[in-house]
Nanobody
Framework: QVQLEEFGGGLVQVGDALRLSCVAS????????MGWFRQTPAKEREFVAA????????LYSDSVKGRFTISRDNDKNTVYLQLGDVKSEDTGTYFC??????????????????WGQGTQVIVSS
């Protein structure tokens, strides 16, 4: 059973960059597709980005495409989300999630079985 822990959240200004990390323990990260989701009190948890187990496929929501980059280092058991040119609407709690390798890379939160506790990102104008 994999455990996930997110790092790197904080307070940033509009237009800034920030890198989030998700460290896995208890199992090899290479056996999982990984996703990032975010949530605010006003909105349900929404998909942000996902990456296949071997980095061969990356997916992004339309709202972050071109600004955020997901990557992974299986040797370090870590997945990253690089946030760039952040906007106030990027504020929220960011969660990483893992799904055992299947034939597709999921976008839906229901398809992920393991979740971290989240790290908060606040974008100030």
């Amino acid at each position: 059973q994999v455990q996930l822990e997110e790092f790197g959240g904080g307070l940033v200004q509009v237009g800034d960059a920030l890198r989030l990390s998700c460290v896995a323990s208890g199992d090899a990260l290479s056996t999982y597709h990984m996703g990032w989701f975010r949530q605010t009190p006003a909105k349900e948890r929404e998909f942000v980005a996902a990456i296949s187990w071997n980095s061969g496929t990356t997916l992004y929501s339309d709202s972050v495409k071109g600004r955020f980059t997901i990557s992974r280092d299986n040797d370090k058991n870590t997945v990253y989300l690089q946030l760039g040119d952040v906007k106030s609407e990027d504020t929220g709690t960011y969660f990483c999630a893992a799904r055992s390798r299947i034939w597709f890379v999921p976008r839906e939160k229901r398809d992920y079985h393991h979740w971290g506790q989240g790290t908060q990102v606040i974008v100030s104008s």
